[in-house]
């Protein structure tokens, strides 16, 4: 596949195609992790840079791990250990960092639209690793790989995401992802967790958690994102579970093979009780492990990997 993309800033801009190879990509790759040393020269003599702006176990470590197994150097750096703390502008930060000539710049920042603006202002690729609310797409990606993987396809099958999907990229970009691959989504939620609209990107809005998981061949629950909420938007966490959270019970209405998934991190015992989370239906860490192969993959066609695809 010819890859002529400077950027992955979301998973509307990327065509069926796009995403399909990209999953392909990350298959093959997923075998490296599996060996004893766990490293190809792919991406020798590039640089990877971490800009984190929020917190990250997942996303950060896996991009980390990702840029480590093709042999690219990875440098992480925070806006709380960067000159950002003496005024320093993003945009001045950027162009600071593009003049030490990285190859890759992958950013998460709690303003949606931030990687976008990157992307005009410097000429090194950005991989959007989360911005605001707005798009998630590596996550969004890794999701569909793992579902492909076990499902064996994705056209077709019944998903339902449950939770704050208001404030949830991963919400917006699953829905465009696997709508875009010809799932059929359907979102779940308190209405007030539920943003108008949504429906426009292809997702079909049922308030009923019972009746939205009823026969579905994956379960995306979601994390209350309590940082991002400017009120309260449910009376307590016992009555949020209670109606919203995924139980051994409520799962019986999913298909036997349902798969449970959720992007992290956990709130056990409010989505989700630890028994479904833990279950033999929870395919949670497959995501993770998912992860390292799926941002290898775009670390490699970013960074300009297939210019030595024989290498590895
Ligand atoms: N899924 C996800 O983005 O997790 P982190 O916030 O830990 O990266």
């Known amino acids: 596949m010819a890859w002529n993309r400077k950027d992955i800033l ?33 991406l020798r003599g590039k640089t990877v840079i ?13 991009f980390d791990i990702a840029a480590k197994r093709l042999s690219a150097d990875s440098i992480s750096i ?12 993003l945009i001045d930060t950027a162009r ?16 949606s639209g931030t990687p976008y603006l990157l992307s005009r202002k410097i000429s090194t690729p950005i ?26 396809k994705l056209h077709g099958l019944r998903i339902a995401i449950v939770g704050d999907i208001d404030h949830s990229r991963v919400a917006r970009s699953d829905i465009e992802g696997f709508t875009k691959m010809g799932a059929e989504v359907r979102v779940s939620g308190p209405p007030t967790m539920i943003p108008k609209g949504i429906e426009s990107l292809g997702a079909q ?27 309260f938007l449910f009376p307590s966490e016992r009555e949020y579970a209670q ?18 998934m959720h992007p992290g991190p956990l709130n056990r015992g409010v989505e989700i009780t630890p028994d479904v989370a833990d279950s033999i239906n929870s395919v949670i860490l497959s995501q993770v492990t998912n992860g ?13 990997g297939l210019h030595s695809a024989d290498d590895h």
């Open 50 to 62: 971490l800009f984190f702006h929020e917190p990250s176990t997942r996303t950060r470590i896996s």
């Open 96 to 111: 600071n960092l593009e003049a030490m000539h990285p190859d890759v710049i992958v950013i998460r920042h709690a303003s």
């Open 292 to 304: 390292v192969a799926l941002r290898m993959a775009l670390l490699y066609l970013v960074a300009g």
């Open 127 to 152: 991989i959007n690793a989360g911005d605001g609310t707005h798009a998630h797409p590596t996550q969004a990606l890794l999701d569909m790989m793992t579902v492909r993987e076990a499902k064996k």
């Open 243 to 260: 109606r919203y959270g995924l139980n051994s019970t409520r799962l019986k209405r999913a298909k036997p093979d349902a798969m449970i």
């Open 10 to 42: 979301d998973i509307a801009s990327l065509s069926v195609d796009e995403i399909a190879s990209i999953l392909d990509m990350a298959d093959g790759l997923k075998e490296i992790s599996e060996r004893s040393i766990k490293k190809v020269p792919t």
């Open 205 to 231: 809005v049922m308030y009923d958690f019972d009746e939205a998981i009823d026969g579905v061949d994956v379960i995306m629950m979601l994390r209350i994102q309590k940082e991002r909420q400017q009120n």
């Open 78 to 89: 925070s806006a709380s250990t960067s000159s950002m703390v003496k005024g320093e502008t």
